[in-house]
């Protein structure tokens, strides 16, 4: 092959190469994002995480307290004595509600 066709091959392969890393999924770069939250004595948060990352969510209650985040296939029950521990990846962007039923929102979520 000539130096002209060794050029054009670079470039091909360099071209895929970019292509590739701009479809891969995004990874996150950090820990964990942890988050105590208290049924009892709620002033509802706003937290934002990268796509990918890994979140981590306590909450007390000194009550029976149901608690999700909207979004997610997350679930635990709060009761005193006893926190709920949810644990799970942010894997899709939006902005997601953390809830304690019946009534009480504990944070939203900002996923990037």
Known sequence: MDEKGN???IRWLLL???LAGCSAAPT???G???LNLSVDNSSPQRTSVSRGQQVEITVTSTKDAEVHVHGFDVLATASAGKP???KFVADRTGTFEVEAHPDTLLAQLVVR
């Open 7 to 9: 050029r054009g091959m």
């Open 16 to 18: 895929v190469l970019m």
């Open 28 to 30: 996150a770069e950090t």
């Open 32 to 34: 964990p994002v942890v």
């Open 84 to 86: 709920a521990s949810l």
